[in-house]
């Protein structure tokens, strides 16, 4: 059965009853990420869509909030109407899960859905000022706030966005915002391999240009010669000049080309929601997180292991799309090529591999104990979306 | 008379001193043990100065297994721990118990690696604020979390309140310049949180550790982000006639799309302390202040400040003040950071630290105003206008006490005001024991007590920095 409240105290009524028949719950919003984290089989599912509306909007306070529920193409046309954006550019699911459901701000919340200019502007659990959420007892609790500074009381907030709703279900929740930049131009320097590409990048990030997104797109990913792109965000006065200035940085690399506004804007959103690697739908695709530098000798290493894989670096080298085709052994591979410092999300593969491999980078037993422990300290009996990280959790 | 409230000792743990001093003795050196009554004094309170309580013993362990070893000790005695940077709290948040050891950080002081192309540095936990910036800024980089105490205050306790300051409009705060810490666990566990990495693998526990007081661990070790310094950075000042002038030209700001790297506030009584004591060349006739702080190249900060100034003209600006030379900046920003200890020199004083919506700053301020003028007090009011996190700094004569339980009331009612204005009771200086009581103003039992069952998968015992943060009643357990 799904359950669609349409009001928070609904939802609330909902967990509680299913906590004391015990039944487990399913959180969905859009249903667009569904396929992410481990595959789950509950006795209900508890819906946010019933939930829907910008509840505050402050432009002049770079805020907003929003039920859970309501579509983020609602809110992002709500923002572009003030010329404002969500700053961490948060990425589309639906090009690597299929699927034509609208993307809901809670899932965005819940998954931590954040894009390339992370590196610049922040994580989604970096702008995520506030929580509104109904834990595993049917207890509407909230943490955070609408303000940007807040240490009071321990901060709930951050431990929920990424948490793919294994610790509550979500019913409202407040991000701050940006102004939208003025002109935005992105330098391309071609032909570098991994290793120039992510010397590139740092030079770039370590310049004080403000370079707001920095990805590589290695050869035959996305176009025949390996693109190297660097983009520039701020007030049309100030592009000129930090494009020219980022190009004299960049020029052992070789010489730029410049494309700009909505040619610059399409490469980022396909970046963003990783076009290049999405077909053919059923490879097995990968997102591995590194320190920068370490990203080419990763990809060497997996080319060693006899990996037959397409990448693609986004964050200056510090995530890493792989594709390759749908293997139990690959899991093996890309865990082991990390060294040690770094860790790998299964993102896209058959039920039956992300139900028997590790979706999540294993954690140390201290970890997991933490982790088992905050988890029961939301929900006692494991009814919201029971296993979708962890097995048995 | 204090108003607040200490939990009493535990006549058990006071018995049992010399049978734990011994104990903490066997695992640190001499010099690492701090036993007697004139040297505890030195960590007796921190910049809450109104309140202290000597600590049972001071222990200032060198290395991550010297930390462990105290706390896996005192976790097996049932010994508090409260554990310490450089104790610049402003809320009290360091201040010891008689039957706790304290913890401090200040011998993990080193640098342990730099590392530009992926812009991090590895530093111990004790290290100062400032120290990170001061070792990377030859080479153009800079850590940007800037508490006003940056020159004191240690990583170690800009993590435990997610320390913010000037320019965190621009560059946020302590977790957001942060991408992982080593830390141990109440049972002397040693865990590694994060790394170089942007994003967390599981549960984002580095989120829940930041800003959490010293509740769930002691960090020993963080990596933490670089920045590029920008090619120049120019503030100007701007004088009102009214604070609500220029709260709205704040906004104003804000509403052209235009974020400043810094936007700080003072009035007129914050304006004469801070020009009496650095000389910054502040403008005294008028009602308030702003300095609004731009980055970039000399070419962009001028077209910067032409789009600011014509906004500050709109709202009917009397002073207009550029920066002209590096020296003219520093002084300006001299005047501001040392804006409480000038204050200090005039007076005692107690600074709040609630966090308003920015469109809420003229209306709290004018209430701040009449709150305390309603206790026969004085305020001035210093404060990161961008982000809403107001400093009311609290006039008052320590050594009355009458005076000090009316100032703790004015603060008391302007934290309320905070909350009931759409904000919170600690932007940045944390709850400490300073706002305890005053929690339940801002959230619910069951919000309370969700954040309690959280503190508790890491401290079940409430050992650790125990009185901090939540009331005294109504504590549960693991």
């Known amino acids: 059965m799904t359950i669609v409240p349409t009001k928070e105290a609904e939802a609330a009524e909902a967990v509680r009853a299913a906590q004391s028949s015990r039944r487990t719950l399913s959180i969905e919003g859009g249903g667009t990420r569904l396929a992410f984290g481990r595959p789950i089989q509950t006795d209900d599912t508890l819906s946010s869509k019933g939930l829907s509306g910008i509840t505050r909007y402050e432009p002049a306070e770079l805020v907003f909030s929003a039920w859970a529920g309501t579509p983020v193409a609602e809110i992002e046309a709500a923002l572009d109407e003030k010329g404002q954006m969500l700053p961490f550019e948060p990425m589309d699911h639906r090009t690597i899960y299929g699927g034509s459901g609208a993307p809901t701000i809670g899932g965005i919340a819940a998954t931590g859905a954040s894009g390339p200019r992370r590196i610049q502007a922040g994580a989604a659990r970096d702008l995520l000022l506030g929580v509104r959420f109904v834990n595993g007892r049917g207890e509407i609790v909230k943490s955070g706030g609408r303000v940007m500074k807040n240490v009071t009381g321990l901060d709930l907030v951050k431990v929920n966005c990424g948490a793919h709703g294994t610790l509550g279900f979500m019913t409202e929740v407040t991000f701050k915002v940006l102004p939208k930049p003025e002109r935005t131009l992105t330098l391309i320097l071609e032909d570098l391999d991994d290793e120039r590409a992510v010397q590139a990048m740092s030079a770039a990030l370590g310049s004080p240009f403000s370079v707001s997104a920095a990805a590589h797109l290695p050869a035959d990913v996305g176009g025949a010669r390996a693109r190297t792109a660097l983009r520039l965000e701020h007030f049309a006065e100030s592009i000129t000049y930090r494009a020219r200035e980022l190009a004299k940085v960049l020029s052992a690399f070789g010489r730029a080309r410049e494309i700009e506004d909505d040619e610059s804007r399409a490469l980022w959103r396909a970046i963003r929601d990783v076009d290049a690697l999405a077909q053919p739908k059923d490879d097995m695709l990968w997102r591995v997180s590194v320190p920068p530098t370490q990203a080419p000798a990763l990809l060497a290493r997996l080319r060693q292991a006899g990996l037959s894989f397409r990448a693609l670096l986004d964050w200056g080298g510090g995530l890493i799309w792989i594709a390759c085709t749908e293997n139990a052994a690959a899991s093996t591979v890309v865990r082991e090529a990390l060294g040690g410092d770094g860790h790998a999300t299964l993102m896209r593969a058959s039920d039956a591999l992300r139900a028997s491999l590790d979706v999540f980078q294993p954690q140390d037993a201290a970890l997991m104990k933490l982790t088992a422990g905050i988890k029961a300290s939301f929900d006692p009996d494991g009814i919201l979306n029971p296993g979708r990280m962890y097995a048995g959790l | ?478």
């Open chain 2, 1 to 478: 008379m204090s108003s607040i409230a200490f939990p009493t000792p535990d006549p058990a743990i006071l018995a049992r001193r010399d049978d734990i001093i011994a104990g903490l003795a066997a695992l640190l050196p001499p010099e690492c043990l701090v036993t007697s009554e004139d040297e505890r004094r030195a960590f007796e309170t921190d910049a809450l100065t109104a309140y202290r309580r000597l600590p049972l013993a001071v222990a200032l362990p060198r290395n991550t297994a010297e930390v462990a070893a105290v706390m896996a000790f005192c976790h097996r005695e049932g010994v508090k721990i409260v554990p310490r940077g450089a104790g610049t709290s402003l809320a009290g948040g360091a201040i010891p118990q008689e039957d706790a050891v304290v913890i401090g950080v200040s011998k993990l002081n080193r640098i342990l690696s730099v590392d530009y192309a992926n812009r991090t540095a590895r530093v111990e936990a004790g290290v100062t604020n400032l120290s990170i910036s001061d070792a990377v800024m030859p080479d153009g980089f800079f850590y940007a979390p800037d508490p006003s105490s940056q020159l004191a205050c240690t990583i170690a306790g800009n993590i435990g309140m997610n320390s913010g300051g000037a320019h965190c409009l621009k560059y946020g705060v302590t977790i957001n310049n942060i991408l992982g810490v080593k830390m141990v666990l109440i049972d002397g566990t040693v865990v590694d949180i994060g790394g170089q990495a942007l994003d967390p693998a599981g549960l984002d526990l580095l989120g829940l550790i930041v800003g959490s007081e010293g509740q769930l661990g002691i960090v020993t070790e963080a990596t933490v982000r670089l920045l590029r310094l920008a090619e120049g950075a120019r503030p100007v000042l701007f004088g009102f006639d009214s604070s609500e002038a220029a709260g709205e030209c704040v906004a104003a700001i804000i509403g052209a799309g235009i974020v400043p790297v810094a936007m700080e506030f003072m009035d007129k009584p914050a304006i004469e302390i801070c020009e009496a004591f650095a000389k910054a060349g502040y403008p005294l006739d008028v009602e308030a202040m702003l300095i609004v702080e731009v980055e970039g190249s000399e070419e962009e900060m001028e077209a910067q400040l032409a789009r600011i100034c014509e906004i500050a003209r709109r709202y009917g600006v009397k002073v207009v003040k550029e920066s002209r030379s590096a020296t003219e900046t520093a002084l300006i920003w001299k005047g501001r950071k040392s804006a409480f200890g000038a204050t200090g020199r005039v007076a005692d004083y107690i600074c709040m630290d609630g966090t308003v919506p920015t469109s809420q700053l003229p209306y709290v301020l004018k209430r701040t105003g009449e709150i305390v003028a309603s206790y026969g007090l004085r305020v001035a009011n210093v404060f990161h206008a961008g982000d809403g996190n107001m400093h009311p700094l609290i006039l008052y004569n320590v050594n009355d006490p009458a005076e000090q339980a009316k100032a703790e009331a004015a603060g008391n009612d302007i934290l309320r005001l905070c909350v009931d204005a759409g904000g919170c009771l600690t932007g940045e200086h944390g709850v400490g024991i300073e706002k305890r009581d005053l929690m339940r103003h801002q959230f619910s039992e069951v919000d309370l007590t969700q954040q309690m069952r959280v503190r508790a998968v890491f401290d079940g015992r409430w050992l650790l920095n125990p009185a901090k943060v939540f009331p005294l009643d109504g504590r549960i357990a693991a």
